[in-house]
C-alpha cells in the first residue's frame, strides 16, 4: 500500500462532524470551491456520494472527476481517505 499523507491520516484519525470538504485528502482551494458549488460543502455530503455509490471507486474516481475536474491522483487520494475512515468508524 502506497504511504499516505499527512492531510489523510489527520483526517482518518477522529470523527468527521463538521469538516468541511477541504480537510479530505486530494481536496484542495480549487477542488473545494468547486465541490462547494455544486452542493457539497462538508465532508459529510461528499461521504454521502460515497456511500451512495456503495464505496465503488471506478463510480466514486468518476463521479468526482464530474462534479469538480478531479485528476485521477486527487480523487484516488480522496477515495482512499473516505474508504479509511469508513473503515475506522463504521
Not at 451512495?52 to 485521477?72: G, I
Request: charged share 25%; hydrophobic share 35%; with cysteine.
Amino acid at each position: 500500500m502506497s504511504s499516505t499523507s499527512q492531510k489523510h491520516r489527520n483526517f482518518v484519525a477522529e470523527p468527521m462532524g463538521e469538516k468541511p470538504v477541504t480537510e479530505l485528502a486530494g481536496i484542495g482551494e480549487v477542488l473545494g470551491k468547486r465541490l462547494v458549488s455544486a452542493g457539497f460543502d462538508k465532508a459529510y455530503v461528499v461521504l454521502g456520494q460515497f456511500l451512495v455509490l456503495k464505496r465503488n471507486q471506478e463510480l466514486f474516481q468518476e463521479w468526482m472527476k464530474d462534479t469538480c475536474q478531479a485528476n485521477s491522483k486527487q480523487s484516488a487520494d480522496c477515495y482512499q481517505c473516505l474508504y479509511d475512515w469508513c473503515q475506522e468508524f463504521l
